[in-house]
């Protein structure tokens, strides 16, 4: 079930964008190519990120970019490991400005039904050694496969 | 029964985690205890309507709050857990 969010190709690493919006417009575009958000999304996303910021200062941070169910088409989630990092603003604190390494993008319409998917996302990072394992990849193979093990 | 209004800025992704959690910690300790999920934007008329005891969020609110409000982060990044939980048990024993 919960597997089937995540495929290896919407897995990039090592991306190269200037700040947390291309960042999210870098981790959609698979998505966008394989019908699974609107055109929309990133737009809306984008928004959301200004209003309600999603980055986590754990221990390599992250950010978990989302927006509302009516952007997507199909429940999907990917993953960009950035090769610099950008600066998020903090989930719940605008004001705090965390580096973030890796980009959960999630387009999420039923979370009770993706509870378990995106409970895996939070086991996940809060785990730094797994954190270490994703940022270090060298394909996105190696991070399907790691997380796949957590579903 | 304790209420507790969850609130993020969708009320889509991180509140139910959030959510799930809180009631996870009540059932520990034996404790009665509802979430409600809602959206930033929706959160104070919710509070309002609902009367919970607290509020819990992964987002900034605005508005007149007369109940604690508790910044549940923690219970994604898993930073500070140990005082965020002690927090919201506090509320859930009284």
Redesign the interface.
Known sequence: MASSLLQEDHIQINGIVRDQFEAIALAAEPLLRDGSITEDFIEAAVE?ER??P?G???KIGVA?P????KYVLKESISIVTLKNTVVFAG????KESIPVNIVFL?A?QD??KQ?GV??TI?TI??NEKVLHKIKDAKDPKTIYNLIKTFL | MKLILVA???A???S??VA?KIEQIAQENGIECKTVQAK?VDAIKKYEELHPDAIV????LEGEINVPLI???A?????NIKSTTDQLLEILKK
Do not use: D, K, W
Not at chain 1, 91 to 94: A, D, F, K, T, V
Not at chain 2, 75 to 79: D, K
């Open positions: 959301r209003v309600f999603t986590l200062p754990t978990l989302h927006t509302e169910a989930m719940g604190n605008p999630l999420i979370p009770q509870l995106l409970q939070v990072i809060q | 993020c800025g969708t889509l992704a991180t139910t985690v799930r930033a969020c992964t987002c900034q910044n549940g982060r219970f994604l990044t898993g930073i």
